[in-house]
């Protein structure tokens, strides 16, 4: 590397004997400039701030301790060489509260000058080493952090971590806001016809716009998952997400020539919901993948999904399918689910439990059934998913305060036997 300097000093055979004398390129050092006072050499300065700056004491405008000072100010890295045809303490002095690098004395003996300069520049080189070691550990520690980060949202998104506190503490450790609403987003592409760009250049180009677009909240953060889909959570309200996506949706159409679909979960509080709220996303996204809505699909709006919410479907599914064995499993499947999501979300939206709601209807079912005197029991029970008689027998007692028999004979006018 080299490293620039400037020569301020009034007396310019002395200025004109150090531009001579110093093997320049050899030291691998540059000439930035020579003045002749401390106001010219302060220009020179504040055009193009030195590594080295040698300097006299004594100069009219300015003196070389004001020079340096300013110097300071402008580059506190600055190496000064200090120049004086005075013995005096209190220049010394001064120096070192400058943190000069060296005090000469006049007249110049060069070979001492030479020597300085060649500590000067081995200094600069290996601050300069130090500078890059640092630069480097610290990209390094940041690249650490970002894919500690990155593991900690898939941890989070495939539901590996479960206890609160220590799923607070990953996230402050890894600088994501705790206490914030979030919405989380999938995001796929589609290309056009007139598609311009191939896919792993529109890949790279979507989420840095998204991160750019992002800067604007609080926090965010992105990746690609293995199904191809790009992954976005945010500290963010439900207004400022979906501003945000418009915005990404306008750039990937005119400049990618690509169609952008997004389902997003919002205002999601706790973060063991992350989880969840993922696959709900994923999974709305790909029961509508190839229907070109070039849209943002917003859970829990029943316009934009049509009035189509799972629950709705997990009803339809058990009053088609009620005479057959139904699981909970199964119901999941046909949502796109978990288990454990479909269960929660039937129990908030309903007020009831999905088996509680599946043996409603099959109570339902038998009683219109019962109302038949030519059908046996037997075949009510089989033909409304019950395997056993006699556990059908005790669920609809529980249920209606009768057997079934004693229901049937109530319906036809008749005295229990």
Same mark, same amino acid.
């Given at each position: 590397?080299?490293?620039?300097?400037?020569?301020?000093?009034?007396?310019?055979?002395?200025?004109?004997?150090?531009?001579?004398?110093?093997?320049?390129?050899?030291?691998?050092?540059?000439?930035?400039?020579?003045?002749?006072?401390?106001?010219?050499?302060?220009?020179?300065?504040?055009?193009?701030?030195?590594?080295?700056?040698?300097?006299?004491?004594?100069?009219?405008?300015?003196?070389?301790?004001?020079?340096?000072?300013?110097?300071?100010?402008?580059?506190?890295?600055?190496?000064?060489?200090?120049?004086?045809?005075?013995?005096?303490?209190?220049?010394?002095?001064?120096?070192?509260?400058?943190?000069?690098?060296?005090?000469?004395?006049?007249?110049?003996?060069?070979?001492?000058?030479? +020597?300085? !300069?060649?500590?000067? &520049? /081995? =200094?600069? $080189? @290996? *601050?300069?080493?130090?500078?890059? #070691?640092? %630069?480097?550990?610290?990209?390094?520690?940041?690249?650490?952090?970002?894919?500690?980060?990155?593991?900690?949202?898939?941890?989070?998104?495939?539901?590996?971590?479960?206890?609160?506190?220590?799923?607070?503490?990953?996230?402050?450790?890894?600088?994501?806001?705790?206490?914030?609403?979030?919405?989380?987003?999938?995001?796929?592409?589609?290309?056009?016809?007139?598609?311009?760009?191939?896919?792993?250049?529109?890949?790279?180009?979507?989420?840095?716009?998204?991160?750019?677009?992002?800067?604007?909240?609080?926090?965010?953060?992105?990746?690609?998952?293995?199904? +191809?889909? !790009?992954?976005?959570? &945010? /500290? =963010?309200? $439900? @207004? *400022?997400?979906?501003?945000?996506? #418009?915005? %990404?949706?306008?750039?990937?159409?005119?400049?990618?020539?690509?169609?952008?679909?997004?389902?997003?979960?919002?205002?999601?509080?706790?973060?063991?919901?992350?989880?969840?709220?993922?696959?709900?996303?994923?999974?709305?996204?790909?029961?509508?993948?190839?229907?070109?809505?070039?849209?943002?699909?917003?859970?829990?709006?029943?316009?934009?999904?049509?009035?189509?919410?799972?629950?709705?479907?997990?009803?339809?599914?058990?009053?088609?399918?009620?005479?057959?064995?139904?699981?909970?499993?199964?119901?999941?499947?046909?949502?796109?689910?978990?288990?454990?999501?479909?269960?929660?979300?039937?129990?908030?939206?309903?007020? @009831?439990?999905?088996?509680?709601?599946?043996?409603?209807?099959?109570?339902?079912?038998?009683?219109?059934?019962?109302?038949?005197?030519?059908?046996?029991?037997?075949?009510?029970?089989?033909?409304?998913?019950?395997?056993?008689?006699?556990?059908?027998?005790?669920?609809?007692?529980?249920?209606?305060?009768?057997?079934?028999?004693?229901?049937?004979?109530?319906?036809?006018?008749?005295?229990?036997?």
């Amino acid at each position: 590397m080299t490293w620039t300097v400037v020569i301020a000093d009034d007396e310019r055979i002395q200025r004109e004997g150090i531009v001579q004398h110093v093997p320049w390129e050899q030291m691998g050092l540059v000439l930035a400039g020579t003045a002749a006072n401390g106001e010219e050499a302060l220009g020179l300065i504040r055009a193009a701030p030195p590594d080295i700056l040698v300097t006299d004491i004594k100069m009219p405008s300015m003196g070389g301790l004001e020079l340096a000072k300013h110097a300071r100010s402008l580059n506190p890295r600055i190496r000064i060489i200090i120049i004086s045809g005075y013995d005096d303490f209190e220049f010394a002095r001064t120096a070192i509260e400058l943190s000069a690098t060296a005090y000469l004395l006049k007249p110049l003996f060069f070979p001492d000058l030479l +020597d300085i !300069l060649k500590s000067v &520049a /081995a =200094a600069c $080189e @290996e *601050e300069a080493r130090q500078e890059e #070691e640092r %630069l480097d550990l610290q990209r390094q520690m940041e690249e650490s952090k970002t894919l500690a980060m990155r593991q900690l949202l898939r941890d989070l998104l495939q539901g590996r971590l479960a206890e609160p506190d220590a799923i607070k503490a990953s996230m402050c450790d890894a600088g994501i806001p705790a206490v914030e609403p979030f919405v989380i987003a999938v995001l796929r592409t589609e290309e056009e016809k007139t598609g311009k760009i191939e896919k792993i250049n529109c890949e790279t180009l979507l989420a840095q716009r998204l991160e750019l677009i992002g800067r604007g909240l609080r926090w965010c953060e992105s990746y690609w998952s293995d199904g +191809d889909e !790009l992954v976005w959570i &945010a /500290a =963010a309200s $439900e @207004e *400022e997400s979906l501003n945000a996506l #418009e915005a %990404l949706r306008q750039y990937v159409n005119s400049q990618l020539g690509r169609k952008l679909d997004a389902c997003v979960s919002s205002d999601i509080q706790d973060p063991n919901a992350f989880s969840e709220s993922y696959r709900r996303a994923s999974a709305e996204l790909s029961r509508r993948s190839g229907q070109g809505f070039n849209k943002t699909i917003l859970l829990g709006d029943p316009h934009a999904l049509n009035k189509d919410t799972p629950v709705q479907r997990i009803k339809a599914y058990i009053e088609a399918r009620y005479a057959g064995p139904v699981t909970v499993e199964e119901l999941a499947r046909t949502v796109f689910l978990t288990p454990n999501y479909i269960s929660n979300l039937f129990k908030e939206q309903t007020g @009831e439990t999905i088996i509680d709601y599946l043996t409603g209807v099959r109570m339902r079912h038998a009683r219109a059934q019962l109302a038949d005197p030519q059908r046996k029991i037997y075949e009510i029970a089989e033909s409304t998913g019950f395997n056993s008689t006699s556990y059908f027998s005790v669920v609809f007692k529980n249920m209606y305060g009768a057997s079934p028999k004693e229901y049937r004979e109530s319906l036809l006018g008749r005295a229990p036997e």
